[in-house]
């Protein structure tokens, strides 16, 4: 994804190599998810007071680190990626919110009490690639570091400005940024998205589930590895998920996420179940 030193929002037009679901070593390797930030820029946490880090330990006895980013959808709801959370326990992780450094204690933390993915997650594919964390303890939501973000109700159009944040590495393979990071790229069509990855993978492979982004045929903006579960924006709106690609910020093969618009329903139902 997006090359960057701080952000690793590259396009996800490399594999999302943070938050990589359990069955990473089954999925062939240039579908692997590993975003981050690509070809970004350095962005204070009160611009986008709504992104979260997501902090997972491997072990009992391991520290809590950056593994995907989040949106606030309320003070106890954050959206991700399943991807980020699939074969995972709810114990295993942390939010912090209202922080600008991937490393940062400044801000508000919270552990998870519930992980909820979409039942129609395909882990092979990254189709409905959407889950929500339930916070044990409510955010200290104060409108300035801390805010939820309202989700998109249409799929935007060709060219829109989208806007994707994270902590993810600014080249393929390359090292995660600590300072949260930025990147603008316009929204490519999903026709134009799945021709382009039909030269690989065959047509059908991008679904009404997902949306694309990427500087078409220039490629060196995108998100990347650890970018993944974080938001792309349009209009303000949270719209897209980061989800996966092949490799970061090439020409040919945009980003790829969640639908928003099309999640839309699965998200308020769950919210709504599990107020």
């Known amino acids: 994804m997006a090359n960057i030193g701080g952000l690793v929002l590259f396009f996800l037009a490399s594999a999302l190599v943070a938050g990589k679901p359990i069955q990473d070593e089954d999925i062939e390797p240039s579908l692997r998810l590993d975003g981050r930030i690509v070809g970004g820029y350095a962005v204070d946490i009160t611009r986008h007071p709504h992104q979260v880090s997501m902090r997972r330990k491997s072990c009992d006895d391991c520290a809590f680190s950056h593994t995907c980013g989040g949106s606030i959808y309320n003070a106890k709801v954050i959206v991700t990626a399943a991807h980020c959370v699939n074969g995972r326990v709810a114990d295993n992780f942390i939010i912090v919110a209202g922080t600008s450094t991937r490393n940062g204690v400044d801000g508000a933390v919270s552990r998870v009490d519930k992980i909820i993915m979409h039942e129609n997650y395909n882990a092979s594919v990254y189709d409905n690639d959407v889950a929500l964390m339930i916070l044990s303890h409510p955010l200290p939501l104060n409108g300035f570091t801390m805010a939820p973000i309202e989700l998109a109700t249409e799929v935007p159009s060709k060219g829109s400005k ?28 999903n026709d134009r998205c799945d021709a382009a990855y039909a030269v690989t ?6 679904t009404d589930a997902m949306l694309c982004a990427g500087v078409d045929g220039i490629g060196g903006k995108d998100a990347c590895q650890g970018d993944s579960g974080g ?4 209009n303000g709106k949270l719209t897209g998920i980061v989800s996966w690609g092949r490799s970061c910020a090439l020409a040919d093969y945009p980003g790829v996420y969640a639908s928003v618009p099309y999640l839309r329903d699965w998200i308020l139902e769950n919210v709504a179940a599990n107020s």
């Not at 989208?162 to 069509?189: H, K, M, R, Y």
């Not at 938001?231 to 349009?234: I, R, Y």
């Open 162 to 189: 989208s806007t994707i944040t994270g902590w993810g590495t600014t080249t393929a393979g390359g090292f995660a940024s600590n300072q949260l990071l930025a990147v603008d790229v316009p929204i490519v069509e």
């Open 201 to 206: 993978y065959g047509p059908g492979r991008i």
């Open 231 to 234: 938001p792309l924006l349009v």
